[in-house]
């Protein structure tokens, strides 16, 4: 008797497809997508950092070390990439702080529908135009800018404050770039806290500050190292907002290798400070991977 | 305590919102210099619909965020279904591999894409641009489907399969009806990542070949009109919705709390 | 003619071995339960049947007809999962009528029989509501009605009433045992509640480590266990471990009989008696030789739960339990000197 006979009526039985097969196609077409896309582009760009110079027309191909010597031959890079170390620090550190208080006050001083709905209001420009964002601040902190105004209303003969093109104009642009990413890890954290955990807090004599430092900071930690990263990570990488918020001192590692892919044409140069920076990048990661890989699961 | 947390939340809205409020304000302000006092006008916006350049790179943006979503969707949504539903070796290294694309900052994905496009004569454009939009709003649909996935339990194909489902009947009326709000919600959101991508596009772009995002910098950085605000405007509020309409579809935590 | 037969049926996950050699017949129109605590192979068993899992060697036959090969969809199964599984987005009459349609009845007569259906699990007129708005005890019988209406060759239930509350769990299984019979379906049931296993059984199967350690009725199982793991498990027991002395078993200087046959003198054999078969009384009140065994005892404590009376009891280093009925309100004080007494028959030897 044939194995469909068995149930009535029931489709027949045939061939199936063997597993592998099905799994490989299911996944084929994305990763040949992202290889072709991300992974050969990066290799390729690995490949040029040891080029002598831009293969263009005739010119023979050299293959050189000496592109990742750029911070020896030319020591400015290293201010270069001082200010964006710094810049980077900064926008982390003050993401840290006031993210941090923001999910805080999220999960302590709000609830429900309320709460649902200040977290998208906080998420929200996240997922907007950076770019857009960016030039906004540029009306509210220029010379004669909003902020100017705003002052003058109350005292009209203030000296002006706007602070356009400056570093601190720069972090500010990043921090307001980035600042959701913290509260979303934060809050993601300190929602886990365990309301019990800080009135058994309370009830051993913890005031306030105890509970903050020696109980929520440390709880939520996993939080607010992946929110760094995720800041950190990017805003070193960013030549946008130096450029538009920065103007001239908007000098940084990011401008730094676009002016060699758009302006100077230093393809091998400009590949071999990118993956410096990646290696950074990677070894921020690897520090951190722990941690990482610990809030991922939670 | 609670009001001082408030008020603080308060403030950071308006760190958050006051920039946006006061550019969208100037577009419609009518010195072309942003001299106060406000003078309420749409002439900006009435220039802009006349703004040859502006508009062609509008419907790029849109043409292009509309097929990267299709792609991306279909694609990411198969390999959702692979990563989160099936049990293979190399599963973990090949979740791994999806987060090149996020967190590898995208200067450095962008200026790597321009090396490789133009050494195997891709070369430069919309269809340049294209594969990188795709590449980059791929790993976000996989998590949003996969975490779609997560929380859809796998027993109720088997009870599909036990009641006499073929596993691809059980996909269509069982799998696919439920993980509809995921696949919108992802679609929804490569939609927004394509829609609001610059770096990319900026250095894959050519000439004549532009997205808004990057005729709005290089105006910028070139002098500019109120008309800018106006356009920003239309770009923010656009994104905004779309990803309010994410929001409805796929929880605004999920994403965090996988990647 | 129907039932379910395993044939040396073997699954191994990597170097672990979930189940090895199950050969089972599964008697047509019975209700089996499959008991064992986690990781002892039941659900890997259950899903073997089901088509889930596709076993490693050996071979299933459902109704007769070979199916080892036969996937999921074309075997003819109803089966109830542990969360119920229903589908959220279809009405509760969508869900009944699932199974149906995929078996070409559509339209009026599908309907007849989803309404049938519901009716049989006492939940007529709820065709139109959603899962979602169903409690717990009304989305299990939903998922019980989805599963029988198709009329299935076999029906698995795995783990179907642990989601449910105690008595809910008392109500549904009184449910399920009527629907059973109603129907005559040939059920296997996967539980690790001993107490619902020997509710609902016909038969029941212990699995320990991916064998089957015994399988009978719930009374032949529960009163002669096999194996110092049966006894264990389905209930609670006293071990008494002895070398053969003659006719009987000496223990800790004490003899005691048992109506199993022995083996050889001076093997050792381990005895196991059920709590509630002991007898406690004072020693000095407690008259020798009317049973065949007693044993001397000192009441370490006492468990006092209203109804019955567990108490802790030391014989020399042998350390006992015994259940008893409250009878006379005024359970032994803790140090009483006692006698313990049991029938001969009662005196089960086990393996291991």
């Known amino acids: 008797m044939p194995p469909e006979a068995s149930a009535a009526g029931l489709p027949a039985t045939r061939r199936r497809m063997p597993s592998w097969l099905a799994t490989a196609a299911l996944l084929l077409p994305s990763y040949a997508w992202l290889t072709l896309a991300v992974l050969l582009p990066l290799a390729a760009m690995f490949a040029f950092s040891f080029l002598h110079a831009t293969p263009l027309g005739n010119k023979p191909v050299v293959w050189t070390l000496e592109q990742y010597r750029a911070f020896y031959d030319q020591p400015y890079l290293l201010g270069v990439a001082w200010a964006s170390l710094s810049i980077g620090l900064w926008t982390t550190g003050i993401c840290a702080v006031v993210g941090f208080a923001a999910a805080l006050a999220l ?19 996240f997922w907007t135009n950076g770019l857009v964002r960016v030039f906004s601040w540029t009306m509210v902190i220029r010379e004669g800018g909003f902020l100017d105004v705003f002052v003058r209303w109350f005292w009209p003969s203030a000296p002006s404050l706007g602070f356009l093109y400056t570093t601190p104009a720069i972090v500010l642009g990043l921090v307001h770039g980035y600042l959701p990413y913290m509260v979303l890890t934060c809050y993601i954290a300190l929602l886990s806290v365990d309301e019990a955990v800080i009135e058994a807090a309370q009830s051993l004599g913890a005031r306030w500050w105890t509970v903050l430092f020696k109980i929520l900071v440390p709880l939520a930690a996993p939080g607010l190292v992946t929110g760094a990263i995720l800041i ?23 401008t730094v290798i676009e002016d060699q892919f758009t302006q100077a044409f230093n393809w091998p140069l400009g590949s071999a400070l990118a993956f410096t920076m990646l290696a950074v990048v990677l070894a921020v990661f690897a520090t951190f991977s722990g941690v990482l890989r610990r809030s991922a699961t939670t | 305590m609670i009001k001082i947390a408030r008020l603080f939340l308060a403030l950071v809205l308006v760190f958050l919102y006051l920039p946006i409020i006061v550019m969208a304000a100037m577009g419609f302000n009518a010195s072309p210099l942003y001299a106060l006092p406000f003078d309420f006008t749409t ?107 997560q929380t859809l339990r796998a027993d109720l194909e088997e009870a599909a399969m036990s009641l006499g489902s073929t596993p691809i009947h059980a996909f269509f009326r069982v799998t696919l009806p439920l993980l509809l709000p995921s696949i919108v919600g992802a679609a929804l959101f490569a939609f927004a990542v394509s829609l609001d991508q610059f770096v990319i596009s900026y250095f894959l772009s050519v000439p004549g070949m532009t997205t808004l995002p990057v005729e709005i910098y290089s105006a910028i950085r070139k002098g500019f009109t109120p008309e800018i605000n106006a356009i920003s405007t239309i770009l923010l509020v656009a994104s905004m919705i779309i990803i309010l309409g994410f929001a409805r579809f796929a929880r605004p935590g999920g994403i965090g709390e996988r990647s | 003619m129907s039932g379910v037969d395993v044939t040396a049926v073997a ?18 129109g019975t209700f089996t339960s499959l008991l064992g605590p986690s990781g002892s192979g039941k659900t890997t068993l259950l899903r073997i049947i089901a088509g889930f899992v596709a076993p490693d060697e050996g071979a299933v036959r459902i109704a007769g007809a070979d199916v080892t090969g036969v996937p999921v969809h074309a075997r003819n199964i109803g089966m109830v999962f542990q969360s119920y599984a229903l589908f959220p987005h279809m009405s509760v009459a969508a869900n009944v009528g699932f199974g149906l349609g995929r078996r070409g009845i559509r339209g009026k007569a599908a309907k007849a029989q989803v309404d049938e259906a519901l009716e049989m699990v006492r939940l007529p007129g709820f065709g139109g509501r959603y899962p979602r708005q169903l409690s717990g005890g009304q989305q299990q019988r939903v998922a019980l009605a989805r599963a029988i209406v198709i009329r299935p060759d076999v029906l698995l ?27 005559g379906l040939t059920t296997i049931f996967v539980t690790h509640d001993q107490e619902e296993a020997l509710t609902l059984s016909d038969k029941v199967a212990i699995l320990d480590r991916g064998r089957i350690v015994q399988m009978g009725r719930p009374a032949e199982v529960y009163e002669r266990p096999r194996t110092r793991f049966a006894a264990e498990f389905l209930g609670d027991a006293n071990f008494l471990t002895g070398k053969v002395r003659g006719s009987a078993v000496e223990i800790a200087g004490a003899t005691i009989m048992t109506e199993d046959r022995l083996p050889a003198e001076g093997a050792t054999v381990t005895l196991a008696v059920r709590p509630e078969k002991i007898a406690i009384r004072p020693a000095e009140t407690a008259r020798s030789g009317a049973v065949e065994n007693s044993l001397p005892a000192t009441v370490s404590s006492v468990i006092y739960t209203g109804t019955a009376l567990t108490y802790m009891l030391r014989s020399g280093d042998l350390h006992l339990k015994v259940f008893a009925q409250n009878s006379d309100g005024s359970p032994l004080a803790a140090g009483s000197a006692v006698v313990l007494s049991w029938s001969a028959r009662h005196s089960v030897m086990v393996e291991g």
């Open chain 1, 232 to 254: 950190f990570v990017p805003v070193i990488g960013a030549f946008m907002e130096p450029r538009i918020l920065g103007g001239r001192v908007g000098v940084t590692m990011g």
């Open chain 1, 107 to 125: 999960v302590r001083a709000t609830a429900g529908r309320a709460r649902e709905t200040l977290l998208i209001l906080v998420l929200l420009p």
């Open chain 3, 11 to 28: 699954k191994n996950y990597g170097a672990t071995k979930v189940l090895t050699d199950i050969t089972q017949n599964f008697e047509s």
């Open chain 3, 157 to 183: 239930l795995d783990e179907p009433l642990s989601a449910l509350d105690r008595r809910l769990r008392q109500e549904m299984q009184v449910e399920l045992l009527r629907i059973q019979r109603e129907s």
């Open chain 2, 43 to 149: 002439h900006w916006y009435q220039e802009l619909a006349g703004n040859g350049r502006l508009i062609e790179a509008g419907w790029n943006s849109i043409w292009l965020a509309v097929l990267t979503a299709v792609i991306a969707t279909a694609l990411g949504t198969l390999a959702a279904l692979a990563l989160w539903r099936r049990t293979f070796r190399g599963r973990s290294i090949l979740r791994i591999l999806l987060l090149p694309p996020i967190a590898i900052p995208w200067l450095i994905t962008g200026t790597a894409m321009l090396v490789f496009f133009f050494w195997t004569g891709i070369g430069r454009g919309l269809h340049a641009m294209l594969i990188g939009h795709v590449a980059l709003a791929i790993p976000y649909v996989v998590l949003v489907v996969g975490t779609g996935l």
